[in-house]
C-alpha cells in the first residue's frame, strides 16, 4: 500500500488568503485525488489529477478556486484559493491501488480560516 | 449513478458485544465495496473490500462484512467491540461497468461509540 503524507497538518488561515496544500507518495501512481471533508461530513471529491494533464474537476469544484499541480508521479499539490469561513475543512490527498482499487489516504490537512 | 447510505448517524455498544454497521448500496453495474475508519484528527484507514468471490470478506482489526445482493447490502461486522473501535466509519462503493469507474462514491458516515 501507498504511504502518503500531507503538509501542513492543519493550519489557521485568514479570510481572503490562498493556502497549498502539498501530497507526497511514496510510489508513482497514475491516478491522486483530492476530497474536502467538511466538519461533521462525509468525503467529497474535489478532482482527479495526472500526471502531465489538466485535473478533472466535479461538479461544484472550479480550477480558479482550487488550482492543482501535477508535476510528477509522486507529488501533487492542492491551493485553496481566496478563502472563506466556508472553506474550513480537512483535505484529503488519496491514491488508488491500481489493481482493485481501494483508495489511501494521508492524514489529512485540516484547514480553519477565520 | 452510484450511491451508499448508511442508515444509522450513531451506533453505541458496550464492550465485548456485537458491533453492526448498516450499508446498502446503489449502482447500476457491479459493485466494489469498501470499509473504512477515521480516527479522530487523522485520515481514512481502509478496513476491508468487496471484489468478487465469497460474500463474507474479512478485513483489519477482526472486523468482516457480508455482500448481500439481493439486498445490495454490506454491513461491516466485529463479534465483540474493544473501546478502541470507537471511531467513524465510512463505506464506500465503486461501479466497475460505469465509464467513470475510478470514482469512490462515500456514505455520510456512522460514528461508533464503544463503551466500557
Known amino acids: 500500500s501507498a504511504v502518503i503524507s500531507q503538509k501542513p497538518s492543519r493550519d489557521i488561515c485568514q479570510r481572503g488568503t490562498s493556502l497549498t496544500i502539498q501530497c507526497q507518495v511514496d510510489?508513482?501512481?497514475?491516478?491522486m485525488f483530492w476530497y474536502r471533508q467538511q466538519p461533521g461530513q462525509s468525503l467529497t471529491l474535489i478532482a482527479t489529477?495526472?500526471?502531465?494533464?489538466?485535473?478533472?474537476?466535479e461538479s461544484g469544484f472550479v480550477i480558479d478556486k482550487f488550482p492543482i499541480s501535477r508535476p510528477n508521479l509522486t507529488f501533487s499539490t492542492l491551493t485553496v484559493s481566496n478563502m472563506s469561513p466556508e472553506d474550513s475543512s480537512i483535505y484529503l490527498c488519496?491514491?488508488?491501488?491500481?489493481?482493485?482499487?481501494?483508495?489511501?489516504f494521508g492524514e489529512g490537512s485540516r484547514l480553519t480560516v477565520l | 449513478a452510484q450511491s451508499v447510505a448508511q442508515p444509522e448517524d450513531q451506533v453505541n455498544v458496550a464492550e465485548g458485544n456485537p458491533l453492526t454497521v448498516k450499508c446498502t448500496y446503489s449502482?447500476?453495474?457491479?459493485?466494489?465495496l469498501f470499509w473504512y475508519v477515521q480516527y479522530p484528527n487523522r485520515g481514512l484507514q481502509f478496513l476491508l473490500k468487496?471484489?468478487?468471490?465469497?460474500?463474507l470478506v474479512k478485513g483489519s482489526y477482526g472486523f468482516e462484512a457480508e455482500f448481500n445482493k439481493s439486498q445490495t447490502s454490506f454491513h461491516l461486522k466485529k463479534p465483540s467491540a474493544l473501546v478502541s473501535d470507537s471511531a467513524l466509519y465510512f463505506c464506500?462503493?465503486?461501479?466497475?461497468?460505469?465509464?467513470?469507474?475510478?470514482?469512490?462514491?462515500f456514505g455520510a458516515g456512522t460514528t461508533v461509540t464503544v463503551r466500557a
Open positions: 488519496s491514491t488508488r491501488d491500481r489493481r482493485e482499487g481501494e483508495l489511501f
Open positions: 510510489s508513482q501512481v497514475t491516478m
Open positions: 489529477a495526472n500526471q502531465g494533464s489538466e485535473a478533472t474537476y
Open positions: 449502482v447500476s453495474g457491479n459493485p466494489y
Open positions: 468487496y471484489i468478487t468471490g465469497d460474500n
Open positions: 464506500a462503493v465503486r461501479d466497475i461497468e460505469s465509464s467513470n469507474d475510478y470514482k469512490l462514491s
